[in-house]
């Protein structure tokens, strides 16, 4: 459905204490500086049929206003101004506050999510990243029901960062309010990320490749756990029938089975080549699996998970392509690619520049069409729904449409172990995709039925 809402306040909140003077210039990293100018967005969503208690909008405004500005006391650089691509200005002069009411009930829009509707639940833009680090709108719906957009550059973060700034926020609130809450929940960020990649002068390398509003659709398709089971399976044993030809890999990488993730990705991508690799211009290109990795537990020596900043490469996967029904070895493929992505990996990374020339490369291949991608990037295990901000844990969190094309987003169902795949695409392959029969046996709806409590289905909000 079309959500019509209407703007009620919009405010800047400050840190509640000043930040330093030594503090008052945030360098950014060289991993910042050619991560892509847009924002990360994300929507929770809290019904008042699942709150603890009712939920009362002033409190709850209240609450918000004062635990974020407690909160950017930590994350400074959150309500700092952007300085071209090199730098925060830390001059706190705040973080937009956004809150209106939105002309419907919650359970008309978590029932059956449209991606693209949700957009309108968080505070820019995402593909217009300005000056501002970060974004948060309140969004309280005719039922009561309320849901907390927030937006963060990705000029300044990794997933991995902006959930971690999202479980310090939720705490800190709960906090204020007199509930107990443990030692890890409150996290202090760690700025390492300039210190451990140095900034560069990145001129010839345009980090805006890839982000497009032109024909780009997303859909939401659900999986659930049978249907992952089925698929881990049938990659797993894909990769055993093969195994004595690759006697050479690791042991490891023949014995471990496919992860949920890596099951469902490479299905996915699988079922796009086939649906869209047809012709003599598409049979010439290359098709590469891209997976997105985290960085903190390969360096040496590790770094805590309250490491903030970008703090992630890519594994660029080109696998071989069969004329039968499956990708041969592809799990197994990616796994070689993601274990190439070790400390010496991180080693020649903080070096900087032969990886400034892959990427380059890599980005010219792009533009001119000779390479197509399909980019995975997993949300699975994050704890999207232990934001509990005092009032109860979420009823659902969702993403909004992103301005990415070929880009899979997974993220956990609320209960069962099944995994939300939100995928962004030029219109035209994603229909291809939806026709795929094979594509199509395997997702289990689009609805939140199965995910939501039946209070939620008999009760408007």
Same mark, same amino acid.
């Not at 907390?148 to 550059?153: E, K, L, N, R, T």
């Given at each position: 459905m079309k959500l019509e809402f209407e703007l009620v306040s919009r405010e800047l909140i400050r840190p509640s204490s000043p930040t330093p003077d030594h503090l008052r210039r945030y360098q950014l990293s060289f991993l910042d500086q050619i991560s892509p100018p847009v924002y990360s967005p994300l929507v929770i969503f809290f019904s008042s049929a699942e709150a603890d208690k009712k939920l009362d909008i002033g409190d709850i405004t209240n609450r918000l206003k004062k635990s974020l500005s407690d909160v950017l006391v930590h994350f400074y650089p959150l309500a700092g101004r952007a300085n071209d691509n090199m730098f925060i200005d830390c001059n706190d002069e705040g973080t937009p506050f956004l809150e209106t009411r939105v002309? +419907?009930?919650?359970? &008309?829009?978590?029932?059956? /999510?449209? /991606?693209?509707?949700?957009?309108?639940?968080?505070?820019?833009?995402?593909?217009?990243?300005? &000056?501002?680090?970060?974004?948060?709108?309140?969004?309280?719906?005719? +039922?009561?029901?309320?849901? @907390?957009?927030? +937006? @963060?550059?990705?000029k300044i973060a990794d997933a991995l960062s902006f959930f971690?700034? @999202?479980k310090t926020w939720a705490g800190t609130a709960r906090r204020d309010h007199g509930h107990q809450i443990d030692d890890h929940t409150v996290m202090s960020p760690r700025f390492v990320s300039a210190t451990l990649f140095p900034p560069r002068n990145i001129s010839g390398f345009n980090p805006s490749v890839g982000i497009t509003k032109e024909n780009i659709v997303t859909k939401r398709f659900v999986f659930d756990a049978s249907k992952i089971d089925l698929i881990k399976s049938k990659y797993g &044993?894909? $990769? &055993?029938?093969?195994?004595? $030809?690759?006697?050479?890999?690791?042991? $490891?990488?023949?014995?471990?089975p496919p992860s949920r993730v890596e099951a469902l990705s490479a299905f996915i991508w699988s079922r796009y080549v086939a649906a869209t690799k047809a012709g003599t211009e598409a049979s010439e290109r290359v098709y590469a699996i891209v997976h997105a990795v985290n960085l903190r537990t390969r360096i040496d020596p590790p770094l805590p998970e309250c490491s903030f900043g970008n703090l992630y490469r890519i594994a660029v996967t080109v696998p071989r392509l069969d004329t039968g029904e499956e990708c041969y070895g592809l799990v197994r493929q990616v796994r070689e690619q993601v274990s190439h992505i070790d400390k010496d990996y991180v080693k020649k990374l903080q070096e900087g520049n032969e990886h400034l020339s892959f990427i380059k490369q890599s980005s010219e291949n792009f533009t001119k069409g000779e390479m197509v991608t399909l980019s995975f990037t997993s949300l699975c295990r994050f704890p999207l729904y232990e934001a509990d901000f005092g009032w109860g844990k979420p009823t659902w969190v969702g993403s909004p449409a992103l301005t990415f094309n070929n880009l899979v987003v997974f993220m956990d169902t609320k209960s069962g172990g099944g995994i939300e795949a939100y995928i962004n695409m030029k219109e035209g392959d994603l229909a291809k995709i939806e026709a795929d029969k094979e594509f199509t046996a395997f997702v289990s709806s689009r609805s939140n039925d199965e995910c939501l409590p039946l209070q939620l289905l008999v009760l408007p909000c």
């Open positions: 002309k +419907c009930q919650l359970s &008309d829009v978590i029932q059956n /999510p449209v /991606p693209s509707e949700l957009n309108k639940l968080v505070p820019y833009q995402l593909h217009e990243v300005a &000056d501002l680090a970060l974004g948060v709108q309140l969004n309280v719906f005719e +039922c009561g029901g309320i849901a @907390i957009g927030a +937006c @963060i550059s990705h971690m700034f @999202i &044993d894909s $990769e &055993d029938e093969h195994e004595h $030809e690759h006697e050479h890999d690791s042991l $490891e990488s023949h014995q471990r």
